[in-house]
C-alpha cells in the first residue's frame, strides 16, 4: 500500500526561482470524474505514468503510480482524458528537502503552489520565505478539482 503525505502552498512573489535546480513541463488528463479515487494520467518531460490517488481531504491519501509507454499516455489524454492540466514543475531544494512548484498555465494560468512531501504527517520542515497560505485541505487546489473548475472561473463565482 502505497500512503502519499503532502501538504500544499500557495507561493509568494518571485523569490523561489532563482533557486530552481531543475524544471519540466507536465501534461495531464483525468479519465474520471473522482468519486472514491481520481485517475490520472500524466506525461513529464517524455516519461509517463498512470496514478490513482484516493479523493480525500487533506495531507494523507493512498496513492498509487506507475510507468506506461508514451504513446499510451497520448493517446489516453487525446481520446478518454477529460479535465486536462498544464504546468511547469520547478524543483527547488530547501534545507534536506526538495519543493515541487507547480506553474499552471492554460485556464488555471496565474495559478503557482507549492507541494513538500513528507515521510509522517508529524514531519517538519523549514519553511521558505516565498511559502504563502497552506492550502492543503482546501480540494479547489487538487490537480482533480482544478481540471473541473479552473483557476480563470474562480472570481466568476
Known amino acids: 500500500m ?3 503525505i503532502e501538504r500544499k502552498f500557495l507561493v509568494c512573489g518571485e ?3 532563482d533557486q530552481v535546480r531543475h524544471s519540466s513541463p507536465m501534461a495531464q488528463a483525468y479519465l474520471n470524474d473522482a468519486g472514491r479515487a481520481s485517475v490520472r494520467v500524466r506525461i513529464e518531460a517524455e516519461q509517463a505514468t498512470l496514478n490513482i490517488k484516493q479523493a480525500v481531504a487533506g495531507a494523507q491519501r493512498l496513492e498509487f503510480e506507475y ?3 508514451l504513446v499510451d499516455a ?3 489524454i487525446a481520446e478518454l482524458g477529460g479535465g486536462r492540466i498544464e504546468k511547469q514543475r520547478h524543483r527547488v531544494p530547501v534545507g534536506e528537502q526538495v519543493w515541487e512548484i507547480d506553474e499552471f498555465f492554460g485556464d488555471n494560468a496565474g495559478l503557482i503552489v ?4 513528507l515521510p509522517s504527517l508529524q ?3 523549514e519553511r521558505p520565505g516565498w ?3 497552506e492550502v492543503t485541505e482546501d480540494s479547489r487546489y487538487y490537480n482533480h478539482a482544478l481540471a473541473q ?3 480563470k472561473d474562480w472570481a466568476a463565482s
Not at 507549492?114 to 512531501?117: L, N, R, W
Open 67 to 69: 510507468p506506461i509507454p
Open 74 to 76: 497520448q493517446q489516453l
Open 123 to 125: 514531519a517538519t520542515f
Open 2 to 4: 502505497a500512503i502519499e
Open 149 to 151: 473548475h479552473p483557476y
Open 15 to 17: 523569490g523561489w526561482r
Open 114 to 117: 507549492a507541494e513538500i512531501e
Open 131 to 133: 511559502l504563502g497560505d
